[in-house]
């Protein structure tokens, strides 16, 4: 079994919640964490995703202990498109 992961940082300029976390999350910058499995036997290279951790607390934060949380990709699409919507001006 091949596994890859990829590390990203996704930033929040405004408090945010997840399913997974408890309470509220300040704004900030977060590494988050994608475990995928190469699917074999197929005649072209295909990966399925296996896990999405979210790790906290922000990297700017000054408490440096770190935890990771399994969360839902989906659900971490729809916070940071709300904070999105959130942070654009409007005129």
Known sequence: M???TTRSTVSFSSPF???NLEGVQPAGDYVVLIDDELIEG???VAYRRL???FQTPAISASQRQIQSFSISQTEL???LMKDQNQTI???
């Open 2 to 4: 091949t596994i890859r």
């Open 42 to 44: 197929l005649s072209r």
């Open 77 to 79: 699409d729809a916070a």
């Open 17 to 19: 919640t997840l399913r």
């Open 89 to 91: 001006v409007k005129h």
């Open 51 to 53: 896990v999405t951790l």
